[in-house]
């Protein structure tokens, strides 16, 4: 059975940082694609940043020079390092994982719960 199961949201405000992670456990692989994603109330999900299989990294525009993918393959681990948050950053955001690298496309076989990111003005 393969999980991912995010932490490290919170609340902060505008300019803070915040740092998810996701652990995936249960794959039998031991490098695989993750990406981040997130969803506010009323807008569609939206694909934030990936690492693929190689270490290569993509993100969206809207969080570019702000935030940084990166994962420990040891410790099945990923994170999320937001810097300069914005209150438009507020969303849940969602690890998701797979043996396939997807980029920012939302067919992942594996997500997590969520964790919730506010961030007052």
């Known amino acids: 059975q393969v999980q991912a199961v995010e932490s490290g949201g919170g609340s902060v405000q505008a300019g803070g940082s915040l740092r998810l992670s996701c652990v995936v456990s249960g794959y039998p692989y031991s490098t695989y694609c993750v990406a981040w994603f997130r969803q506010a109330p009323g807008r569609e999900r939206e694909g934030v940043a990936v690492?693929?299989?190689?270490?290569?990294?993509t993100y969206a525009d809207s969080v570019k020079g702000r935030f940084t993918i990166s994962k420990d393959n040891a410790k099945h681990t990923a994170y999320l390092q937001m810097n300069s948050l914005k209150p438009e950053d507020t969303a849940m955001y969602y690890c998701?994982?797979?043996?396939?690298?997807?980029?920012?496309?939302?067919?992942?076989?594996?997500w997590g719960q969520g964790t919730q990111v506010t961030v007052s003005s």
């Open positions: 998701a994982a797979d043996v396939i690298d997807l980029g920012l496309a939302s067919q992942y076989n594996y």
């Open positions: 690492i693929d299989s190689d270490g290569r990294k």
